[in-house]
């Protein structure tokens, strides 16, 4: 089986990955590198989150809009 790599706008990602998945082919997405300054100002975002600030996640789903299915 041959194997492809693709880049793909974001623009059409989601178009894309709909035609892979009616097409039946398998997908595998590989995760981008993440900078280790990203991974340090994440780290440091969960150190120094307050419990009392945590949203429950049906909470945050009601603040979410969602676009409706055609």
Do not use: C
Not at 4 to 33: A, C, S
């Amino acid at each position: 089986m041959a194997e492809i790599t693709l880049r793909i706008p974001d623009t059409k990602l989601n178009f894309f990955m709909e035609l892979i998945q009616q097409l039946g082919f398998e997908v595998n997405v590989n995760d981008l590198p993440i900078s280790e300054e990203h991974k340090k100002f994440v780290m440091n975002r969960i150190k120094t989150a307050k419990k009392e600030d945590y949203v429950s996640w049906e909470e945050a789903r009601k603040q979410l809009k969602f676009k409706k299915k055609k």
